[in-house]
Protein backbone atom coordinates (compact mmCIF):
# COMPACT_ATOMS: atom_id res chain seq x y z
CA UNK A 1 0.00 0.00 0.00
CA UNK A 2 1.19 3.03 -1.15
CA UNK A 3 1.51 5.78 1.51
CA UNK A 4 -0.05 9.13 1.03
CA UNK A 5 2.23 11.81 -0.85
CA UNK A 6 2.34 15.24 1.03
CA UNK A 7 -0.33 17.44 -0.50
CA UNK A 8 -3.03 14.91 0.09
CA UNK A 9 -2.14 14.36 3.59
CA UNK A 10 -2.67 18.38 3.75
CA UNK A 11 -5.82 18.46 2.19
CA UNK A 12 -7.00 15.82 4.36
CA UNK A 13 -5.45 17.34 7.37
CA UNK A 14 -6.90 20.61 6.81
CA UNK A 15 -10.54 19.35 6.18
CA UNK A 16 -10.45 16.93 9.26
CA UNK A 17 -8.99 19.88 10.98
CA UNK A 18 -12.15 22.12 10.44
CA UNK A 19 -14.83 19.06 11.08
CA UNK A 20 -13.16 18.19 14.56
CA UNK A 21 -12.92 21.87 15.46
CA UNK A 22 -16.38 22.31 14.99
CA UNK A 23 -17.51 19.18 16.22
CA UNK A 24 -16.64 19.77 20.47
CA UNK A 25 -18.91 22.49 19.95
CA UNK A 26 -21.75 20.01 19.53
CA UNK A 27 -20.84 18.72 22.63
CA UNK A 28 -23.37 19.66 25.27
CA UNK A 29 -26.17 18.58 23.44
CA UNK A 30 -24.78 14.84 24.21
CA UNK A 31 -23.96 15.96 27.54
CA UNK A 32 -20.70 16.46 27.10
CA UNK A 33 -18.10 19.63 27.82
CA UNK A 34 -17.55 22.21 25.24
CA UNK A 35 -14.03 22.32 24.24
CA UNK A 36 -12.70 25.63 22.65
CA UNK A 37 -9.32 24.38 21.23
CA UNK A 38 -8.19 27.70 20.88
CA UNK A 39 -8.92 28.80 24.15
CA UNK A 40 -7.03 25.48 25.56
CA UNK A 41 -4.13 26.16 23.56
CA UNK A 42 -3.65 29.75 24.24
CA UNK A 43 -3.13 28.90 28.26
CA UNK A 44 -0.04 27.66 26.15
CA UNK A 45 1.00 31.98 25.81
CA UNK A 46 -1.17 32.92 28.38
CA UNK A 47 0.38 31.93 31.62
CA UNK A 48 -1.74 28.42 31.75
CA UNK A 49 -5.10 30.48 31.81
CA UNK A 50 -7.61 29.86 29.09
CA UNK A 51 -7.98 32.04 26.32
CA UNK A 52 -10.69 34.86 26.59
CA UNK A 53 -12.02 34.21 22.98
CA UNK A 54 -11.11 36.04 20.20
CA UNK A 55 -7.91 37.86 22.30
CA UNK A 56 -4.92 37.14 21.24
CA UNK A 57 -3.96 34.86 23.14
CA UNK A 58 -7.03 32.48 21.43
CA UNK A 59 -5.77 33.66 18.09
CA UNK A 60 -2.65 32.32 18.85
CA UNK A 61 -4.33 29.10 20.80
CA UNK A 62 -6.07 28.76 17.29
CA UNK A 63 -3.32 29.16 14.89
CA UNK A 64 -1.04 26.61 16.91
CA UNK A 65 -4.20 24.29 16.10
CA UNK A 66 -4.74 24.70 12.81
CA UNK A 67 -0.57 24.75 12.02
CA UNK A 68 -0.71 21.14 13.81
CA UNK A 69 -4.00 19.82 12.42
CA UNK A 70 -3.41 21.00 9.11
CA UNK A 71 0.28 20.86 8.45
CA UNK A 72 2.69 19.37 10.96
CA UNK A 73 0.19 16.00 12.02
CA UNK A 74 -0.78 15.33 8.57
CA UNK A 75 2.42 15.13 7.33
CA UNK A 76 3.74 13.52 10.74
CA UNK A 77 1.22 10.69 9.66
CA UNK A 78 2.02 10.45 6.07
CA UNK A 79 5.57 10.66 6.18
CA UNK A 80 6.78 8.81 9.35
CA UNK A 81 4.01 6.43 10.72
CA UNK A 82 1.86 5.28 7.79
CA UNK A 83 4.29 2.48 6.72
CA UNK A 84 4.30 1.10 10.47
CA UNK A 85 0.83 1.49 11.49
CA UNK A 86 -1.28 -1.35 12.13
CA UNK A 87 -4.41 -2.31 9.31
CA UNK A 88 -5.02 -0.93 6.04
CA UNK A 89 -8.50 0.63 7.36
CA UNK A 90 -7.41 1.42 10.65
CA UNK A 91 -4.24 3.17 10.46
CA UNK A 92 -6.13 6.64 10.67
CA UNK A 93 -8.14 5.35 13.82
CA UNK A 94 -4.99 4.24 15.47
CA UNK A 95 -3.32 7.51 14.68
CA UNK A 96 -5.91 9.25 16.43
CA UNK A 97 -5.82 6.77 19.21
CA UNK A 98 -2.05 7.50 19.67
CA UNK A 99 -2.92 11.64 19.47
CA UNK A 100 -5.83 11.29 22.44
CA UNK A 101 -2.90 9.20 24.38
CA UNK A 102 -0.24 12.12 23.77
CA UNK A 103 -2.61 15.05 24.51
CA UNK A 104 -3.78 13.03 27.64
CA UNK A 105 -0.38 12.37 28.81
CA UNK A 106 1.23 15.23 27.31
CA UNK A 107 -0.72 18.32 26.83
CA UNK A 108 -3.12 17.87 29.50
CA UNK A 109 -0.56 18.16 32.13
CA UNK A 110 1.37 20.66 30.23
CA UNK A 111 -1.93 23.00 30.70
CA UNK A 112 -2.26 22.27 34.03
CA UNK A 113 -4.93 19.98 34.00
CA UNK A 114 -3.29 16.94 35.00
CA UNK A 115 -3.05 13.36 33.46
CA UNK A 116 -6.01 12.43 31.60
CA UNK A 117 -7.38 15.97 32.66
CA UNK A 118 -7.99 15.25 35.99
CA UNK A 119 -7.70 18.62 37.22
CA UNK A 120 -10.39 19.87 34.51
CA UNK A 121 -14.01 20.65 35.64
CA UNK A 122 -15.61 17.31 34.35
CA UNK A 123 -12.47 14.74 33.96
CA UNK A 124 -14.47 12.03 32.94
CA UNK A 125 -16.73 13.41 30.22
CA UNK A 126 -13.66 16.16 28.80
CA UNK A 127 -11.92 12.99 28.01
CA UNK A 128 -13.99 10.88 26.67
CA UNK A 129 -15.15 14.23 24.35
CA UNK A 130 -11.02 14.56 23.68
CA UNK A 131 -11.24 10.93 22.42
CA UNK A 132 -14.29 11.45 20.15
CA UNK A 133 -12.51 14.22 18.17
CA UNK A 134 -9.42 12.84 17.90
CA UNK A 135 -10.77 9.80 16.48
CA UNK A 136 -12.72 10.79 14.23
CA UNK A 137 -9.81 13.54 12.98
CA UNK A 138 -7.65 10.16 12.41
CA UNK A 139 -10.29 8.54 10.95
CA UNK A 140 -11.02 11.82 8.29
CA UNK A 141 -7.03 12.07 7.88
CA UNK A 142 -6.96 8.31 6.84
CA UNK A 143 -9.91 8.15 5.13
CA UNK A 144 -9.37 11.36 2.76
CA UNK A 145 -5.91 11.20 2.42
CA UNK A 146 -6.32 7.48 1.05
CA UNK A 147 -2.66 6.12 0.98
CA UNK A 148 -2.51 3.45 -1.96
CA UNK A 149 -5.24 5.56 -4.05
CA UNK A 150 -8.18 4.66 -1.90
CA UNK A 151 -9.57 8.11 -1.93
CA UNK A 152 -8.92 8.14 -5.93
CA UNK A 153 -10.55 4.58 -6.09
CA UNK A 154 -13.62 5.46 -4.46
CA UNK A 155 -13.89 8.93 -6.24
CA UNK A 156 -13.49 6.87 -9.73
CA UNK A 157 -16.11 4.14 -8.74
CA UNK A 158 -19.35 6.23 -7.37
CA UNK A 159 -18.66 8.46 -10.70
CA UNK A 160 -18.81 5.07 -12.66
CA UNK A 161 -22.04 4.04 -10.74
CA UNK A 162 -23.39 7.45 -11.45
CA UNK A 163 -22.98 7.29 -14.79
Given at each position: ?E??N?????????????L???????????G?????F????????????????L???????????V??????????YA??????????????A???????????V????????????T???????????????D???????????????????????H?????
Amino acid sequence: MERPNAPQAIGAGFIATVLTTLLPFGGPALGLPPIDFAATLGALVNGGQAASPLSGAWWSGLTIHVVAGTLVLPLVYARVLFAILPGRPWKGATFGLILWLLSQVVRMPALRLGFFGTNAPRPFLGAIAILIADLLYGILLGWISGGGGTAERFAVGHARRAA
